[in-house]
Every structure is written in C-alpha cells, then in structure tokens.
C-alpha cells in the first residue's frame, strides 16, 4: 500500500499507516497460541507492557502485547491467542509473509519504581505474555531486586506457555516460580487450583513489595483481593487492562474506562486509582 | 508415654491461636503420619473418620471418571488441611486423596475429636469456625475454576 | 463577501433549506441561504416556520454540525485518501459550534497523534461566524458558558441587524485573513449604535435560552452517581438509536472496519481499511471477547452522559458539551440531558 514516493516522506508516520513487517519466525506455544517472530523495518524500541497494532490487509487490526525481551532489538516476539479472524490470520502466517505492524503504544510495567524490594508476578493463561518482558527486564537487572515470584496458571498442562523458560527462571536466575492449572489428569504432577491461590502461601515481603498482575479480568480481581489481603499496598499493585480499541491513538473512543483511554492512559495501570471503576459493573 | 504431637500442631496453620489448654487436650488425637509418593491417604466411598494437615508434599484431590481417568480437581500442599467428611454425615469420603509426592502429615482423629467437642463446647465451636473458613476458601477457589476464565468466550 | 471568500479558492459551506430542515450544505452565494426561515425546536420536535422578515440567519442550529466536513462519517484511511481539493469556508457559524470546533480539536490534534484527516481539513478552514439573534427551544450555551457571542475562533464574526436602520450585518475580524477580506467589502465602519445594537442582540439571546444545564461540579455529581436510579428510568424511554450522537457537535467516535472483495471502492478488489462514525450505543461499541461490556441500554445511556459532561475533562481537559440542544431536538422519545442531570442532582 505504500508506493515509491511514499517511502520518499519524512517520518513519523500518521497513526494510520502500519509498516509491513517480515515473519522471521512462527513458533506454536500450544493448540491456540502462536508466537511470531517479526523483524521491524528500521530500530525499533519499546518498553515492558506495551504493545503493537498487528495486521492483516482486508481482514483486520488488533492490539497485541510485546512478548519479548526490550534488550533484543533485530527480532520483535508477539505472542498470540486465535480467538477471531484476525488473531486466526495471523496465527497462520509463516516464515517469509508479512503482517502490518504498528506501535508501540501504551504505558509499561514500572520496574524502576519495583527495585530495591520483592517483585511478584502473577499471570493467568495469556496474561503471560505481556509480563514476559518485564521478566527479562527484571533478570537483566537481577541485584536491583530482593525476591522475584512468578505465580502462573492457565486452563490446563497442554495450555501452559513458555514451559521451557519457566524451568530455566528457576533454575538459572533464581525466580521463585509457582504454576498451576485449573484441571488436569494424572500426568500432572504440579498444583492444581486457581492463581489466587498460590498468593498466601508465596514467600515475599508485602511491606516491600511490588506486584504486577496480568489475566482475565475476573482472575484479576480475585489475585489483586489476595495480594490486598497479604499485605502489598494498593498503590503498588499493578494490572494490564483490556478494552475494545481500534486506533490505539487516543482518537476513536472505544478503550474508554471511565475517565481512562486505554491506549493512552493504560494498557498497564496502578491499581489504587483504577480500583472505583473497576467495580462498576458495565462501565 | 511417646511425647505428645502439641509442639507439633502449635506450629500447624490451621491451628494458629488456638488456645493453649485446647491445643493440649486435641493433642491426644493427633499421629504422625508419611505417605510415600503414589500411595492413597483416603479412597472415595470409604468411611471418613480422620482428618490431615499437610507438612510436607503434594496431596492430589481426585475423582475418577469412567472414560476420562483421574481428574484432579484440586491439589494441597504444606499447611493446607485435607477432610471435611469426618464432621458431617454421613461421615465417607468424598474423593480419593493421592500422596503425588511423598507426604508427611499429622493425621487426627475425628471420632476422638468430635468426643472432645462433645464434652467441650467452646473447643467445638473454635474449630468450627476454623472449617467454616476453610470451607469457604475452598468454594471461593472452586467457583473460579468452575468459570473457566481462561475458556474462548464462545466454549472452546 | 461570500463571493470575495470563494473567489480566493474556498469551497462555502453553510445553511440552506432541505428536507424540511436547515441543514449544511454547498452554497455559492448569500441566496441560497436560508432567508425568512426560523426553527421551533422542543424535545423530540422540530419545525420550519416563515418569518415576517427576511432575515438570513434567523434561525437556531439544524441536525447538521461541521463535523461533517472535518470529520466526515465515513472516509478511507487506507490507502490514503486524496485531501479535498479547496479548503472549507463555514458559513454562519455559532458560539455554540466554535466551541464545539475547538472541543474536536483537543481531541483530533491536541494528543500524541494527530489525525491527519481532521488536520487536513482543518488546518486552512475560514471561519464566518454568526452572533445568534434567535436561539431555539432546546439552548442552553449559557449555561455551557459556550455563548451565545462568538468570542474567538473565527476569522469573521457577524452579527445580523434588521430594524430601522436597514438589513444591515455587523462584521467583526477575528483573524489577519478575515481582516483582508473585510478591508476588500463596500463596507464602512461600524458605527457606535450599530456596535450596541450588536451586543442587545447577544443580551436578548442569552436570556432567551430554552434551557439551563444546573451550575454545580457535573463531574463530582456524576461520579458520585454511576449507581443512581435515574439510569434505570432513563434507560425505559431511550431507544439507543444513536441519533444523539449523530447530531452532536463534539461526539467524535468512530470505527475501524477492513474491507476487501469486488465490493472494495477501489474497484481493484484490494484491501481497504475504512473508518466511519461509530455510536456508544450500538452493541458493538464496548464489544470485548465475545460480547460487550455495556450490555444494557441503562450503561449506554449512561456512558454517553458521564463521557459528554464528565469523564471527558479527565480524558481531553475540558467539557465535551457546548449546549447547543441538538440531542433533545433530534431525539425520538424527547429524552433531555439537562433534565437528567437536575433528576440526578435533585436526589444524589
């Protein structure tokens, strides 16, 4: 879509052009998520947290998180959940093939403010991905904090990202790093129950300690009550909230939560002043 | 007379802030008890007339389903309490419990306690409040996996 | 005038009569504006009616805003859509609507992106406003402190005098460019009378508003109210059609959609992504993992006001509403914000 003497104007581009992106590499996480490698046009940067506006000529746009670390720039990782036609499209796309890409947008994970204490984590099913840059983040930084905790759970065993890089936080970087699933058979020998659940037993200081949450939105609330409940001040718990959103701009109107765009003021939000509107229901 | 397990259960979670004299006198129904990995602390169907806290290890709650295998629905690890059968009747368990790995335990006696209980009133309802609370924990934890948050909004 | 405007390459837009309305339109000289026309407008109602004079502006604001010209319902985004070949003259052009103007233009140029589109259209727009002399039954800029006097944002304000002294207009120039199309008229200056004569007529207007939105904290009120009953007895009466929003000045929604296929407007069946006025009372708007977050019709409702007269100071500094009626004329079950507000505000 972009001719010749398009390539010819001056940067920045308007909020409406995505650049076209190669697929370096497609790599399946498990029977719904794929995570695409993208290799960006020219330097691309972004912060833990935000996210890009991914693409599809003819089908569609949808704001996907950042899955990867800041620190590696050639490469871009977006993981992705297939749950409509876009998101199916670009689950589909292979080595070589394009997606329109355009970002970053959004606010990010405050790691600065969390170091000198306890970080804990806690992902629910695709709220991982977003978290996973602050993670890398966080390990690059590994002696600017006191305990890392990872608390995560998804559906089932089969539905559990990143299985690889879980063990190897364990093991290699010294995370304290809880999983569980809501179901499994036999197989399974890890816990089973729900996130929340894995909080009051977690080893961390609440006094000191920051926590970043990342699920769905019924998850959150009950992991945010937990970590209310452990001690973690309410101002220093975080969460990444999703909207419809459209432009990613702050010019549609669609991510609206009450006085806050989304895009703009969020995806990542403290909770202390989110807390009123995430209480009312419909809003 | 093996030293009393008080030392131990003072210790235990579940019983934080009991009081001393009734820690003492449920002491009488406490043992000491290892499952090795892969055994069975209770079967479903049979009688239910003990209780455990867990020190050490994973106890996996299952229940099988024909075609389907062993589902775990919910796993217990460290100063969880697993059994609530031996209070209500008609006192059988209602899931199996598997040590998934080995599990060291504190295995009570519920006929001996609901004795005490009996004769002490202000102990019984002490421990009640302490299961009513578990209990609910539990069916706060249970609803949200009934919900399947994770699932696709449209079934998957 | 008008010719001196179009002739430096403008294209005019501005009132005529159609479709039993004053709507927006092109126009290329002051005869197709709509004289001798008025406007009675009450909650769900709006009528033309003959004046005894023949007055050219004689009239409140119809079911048209300039949005849709700088914002227009529906315009290709990709790819890239060639800008309008001659910049936009808006002609006759109230307090109420500069306001609105300057609202969208928080909105569309005020944040980290700007809209390319909006810019476009904007950026070179000449500005003829008018003072009102005939506010409608549905106004209420003065209590939106959005009128009824053009204050600034114009390049030429005028004020319509007919009484004795002639079918005469009152011009003002509010730019250096409205100034140099003012020093090219037969005009004189104005004379000390016809300045006062200007300024009973914005005096009259501004007491003869339709309606008053209550003065107190609106955002305090509302935030403190997303649970009040009148959500409930509003949500009984409106339809959710959207029409509000369609006629609001400062509603600034709109919907990204990808299209591809023969039907494509390029006609090359290659993609194109389109944008188009979207509503916060469609079902869609809040659409969000298989269904929407505002369900009901009392959360539509009810979005729309705390956006328009709350949280939008939170999300663009400043209110989102200028008072000009629109959403009390044009509703079907005559549903009216500033009676809402006073049911709020009478039992909080």
Known sequence: MRTAADTARPAPLSWIEPRQWRVAAADRESADVVTLALTPPEPFRFQPGQFNMLSVPGIGEVPISISGDPAVTGRVLHTIRDVGPVTRALCALGPGQHAGVRGPYGTSWPLSAAEGGDLVIVAGGIGLPPLRPALYQAIGRRDRFGRIVLLYGARTPADLLFARELRSWRSRFGLDVQVTVDSAGRGWHGSVGVVPGLIPRARFDPAAATAFVVGPEVMMRFAVRGLLAAGVASDRVYLSVERNMQCAAALCGHCQLGPFLVCRDGPVFCYRPLARWLGIREV | MPQTLEPLLRGQPFFSGLAPGHLALIAGCAANVVFPAGTFLFREGEPAETFFLIREGRVALEIAAPGRGALVVQTLGEGDVAGFSWLIEPHRWEFDGRAVRRVRAVQMDGTCLRGKCDTDPRLGYDLMRRFAAMASNRLQSTRLQLLDVYGHAHGS | ?348
């Not at chain 3, 060639?82 to 909105?107: K, N, T, W, Y």
């Not at chain 3, 944008?275 to 969000?288: E, I, P």
């Not at chain 3, 500094?317 to 008072?323: D, F, I, K, P, R």
């Open chain 3, 1 to 348: 005038m008008l010719d001196a405007i179009r002739r430096r390459g403008f294209r005019l837009v501005g009132p005529v009569v159609r479709d039993g309305a004053i709507c927006y339109d092109d126009i290329t000289a002051a005869a197709d504006l709509p004289a001798g026309w008025t406007d009675e407008q009450d909650a769900g109602a709006y009528r033309l009616r003959r004046r005894d004079d023949g007055a050219l502006f004689g009239y409140a604001t119809g079911p048209h805003s300039w949005k849709k010209y700088l914002f227009p319902p529906a315009a290709r985004l990709l790819p890239p859509e060639q800008p309008p070949d001659r910049p936009f003259a808006f002609i006759g052009v109230r307090a109420c609507e500069l306001h609105a103007i300057a609202i969208q233009d928080r909105v569309f140029l005020g944040g980290q992106h700007k809209d390319p589109h909006y810019e476009g259209r904007r950026a070179e727009a000449f500005i003829v406003a008018v003072n009102c002399g005939e506010p409608g039954g549905t106004c209420f800029c003065v209590s939106m402190a959005a009128g009824p006097r053009a204050a600034s944002g114009f390049d030429i304000a005028l004020t319509e005098l007919l009484d004795d002294g002639g079918h005469r207009f009152l011009a003002e120039a509010g730019s250096e460019r409205g100034a140099d199309v003012l020093r090219q008229m037969r005009a004189r200056p104005a004379a000390d009378a016809d300045i006062r004569a200007s300024r009973t007529v914005s005096e009259r207007a501004a007491a003869a508003m339709g309606r008053a939105m209550p003065q107190l904290d609106l955002r305090g009120l509302l935030y403190e109210n997303y649970g009040h009953a009148r959500w409930d007895d509003v949500a009984a009466r409106c339809l959710s059609c959207g029409n509000c929003t369609m006629v609001c000045p400062t509603c600034f929604c709109f919907g990204v959609e990808d299209v591809c296929g023969l039907s494509a407007g390029t006609g090359d069946g290659n993609p194109e992504r389109r944008r188009s006025w979207d509503s916060c009372f469609t079902m869609d708007h809040s659409y969000l993992h298989g269904g929407p977050v505002r369900v009901s019709v009392r959360s539509r409702y009810r979005q729309w006001l705390t956006h328009k007269l709350a949280t939008w100071e939170d999300q663009f500094g400043t209110s989102g509403c200028v008072g000009c009626g629109r959403c009390i004329t044009w509703c079907p079950a005559g549903i009216d914000i500033t009676q809402e507000v006073a049911a709020i505000a009478a039992d909080p």
